[in-house]
């Protein structure tokens, strides 16, 4: 399975206005997000976390293949700490939709 980047940017998606330091951490395909890499696994990362460039975010299902999601990309900093969760686990998303609001460590 590939490997997709969740950068897209420090740009938040759907048009939502973040506040100045924060960066949204969005989806770089529709499918299925999965917070965890089993079901019986813990997340892969939670608020209050540090994570830095090709941390293991989650999976995204997609036409019955998981593609990995990894921090990072263009306008993302290097070293993040997750703000807040937006995607639940097993949540349908698109791409460009929000999964994770960080801030630079």
Known sequence: AS?????????????ELLA???YAVVSPIDGI????????????VGEGETIETGHHLGLIEAMKSFNAVLYG??????RAIIVEARAADAAEVRQGAVLFVVRAS
């Open 3 to 15: 490997s997709p980047r969740a950068s897209d940017l420090a740009a938040p998606g759907a048009g």
């Open 20 to 22: 100045p330091g924060l």
């Open 33 to 44: 997000f999965y917070r965890r890499s089993s079901p019986t696994a813990p997340p892969c």
């Open 73 to 78: 990309g263009p306008g993302l900093p290097a």
